[in-house]
T-cell receptor, first 112, second 114 residues
Framework: DADVTQTPRNRITKTGKRIMLECSQT?????MYWYRQDPGLGLRLIYY???????NKGEISDGYSVSRQAQAKFSLSLESAIPNQTALYFC???????????FGPGTRLTVL | GENVEQHPSTLSVQEGDSAVIKCTYS??????FPWYKQELGKRPQLIID?????GEKKDQRIAVTLNKTAKHFSLHITETQPEDSAVYFC?????????????FGAGTQVVVTP
């Protein structure tokens, strides 16, 4: 079945380290998103990309960067991780017809 | 920008009773309103959505209503079952590209007790 996958699923790192979270999809969707989930705050949009050459900041982009390497791949980087970036990170995809967003399994990131 | 408020934050119901979750949005140009269910340790999954040209939509035991004038929409779950226990998120599309980006509510933890 077509799916959205994320690697790694869990990561523990230290303050100041550079971290990359990867997202791949086999759904053939053009649009990809990165969200952060914190308890009581819902899902907040970090970055989104509507095609390979399109990158846009979301609600909380400070401290993050992204790369859209191909239609199927969208990576999120934390250049210098800090403890308040400890959260659950989700990648999502959507097509331009139904607009429904499909989420990956999530990456739990802990910054010590 | 778009702001979505969701209430209540927690909801406990007896099995077989109904559950109602309400969301309000701020931007009258929003036109797509999905609802997601997230079970413990799982990814959010779409359970139902409604577009601004429709007032109500049903799918078996779940229904969503939309009041564009008041800018609020609600999720109704009837005959609740233990497997309905989860966190539910509402969302609204973010203009001007209304169909691409979503603003999510903070979520409602629903607990169905047997």
């Amino acid at each position: 079945d077509a799916d959205v996958t994320q690697t790694p699923r869990n990561r523990i790192t230290k303050t100041g380290k550079r971290i990359m979270l990867e997202c791949s999809q086999t759904k053939g969707h053009d649009r990809m998103y990165w969200y952060r989930q914190d308890p009581g705050l819902g899902l907040r949009l970090i970055y989104y990309s509507f095609d390979v050459k399109d990158i846009n900041k979301g609600e909380i982009s400070d401290g993050y960067s992204v790369s859209r390497q191909a239609q199927a791949k969208f990576s999120l980087s934390l250049e210098s991780a800090i403890p308040n970036q400890t959260a659950l990170y989700f990648c999502a995809t959507s097509d331009i017809i139904a607009y429904t967003q499909y989420f990956g399994p999530g990456t739990r990131l802990t910054v010590l | 920008g778009e702001n979505v408020e969701q209430h209540p934050s927690t909801l406990s119901v007896q099995e077989g009773d109904s559950a109602v979750i309400k969301c309000t949005y701020s931007d009258s140009a929003s036109n797509f309103f999905p609802w997601y269910k997230q079970e413990l340790g799982k990814r959010p999954q779409l359970i139902i959505d409604i577009r601004s040209n429709v007032g109500e939509k049903k799918d078996q035991r779940i229904a969503v209503t939309l009041n564009k004038t008041a800018k609020h929409f609600s999720l109704h779950i009837t005959e609740t079952q233990p497997e309905d226990s989860a966190v539910y998120f509402c969302a609204a599309s973010i203009p001007p590209d209304s169909w691409g980006k979503l603003q999510f509510g903070a979520g409602t933890q629903v607990v169905v007790t047997p």
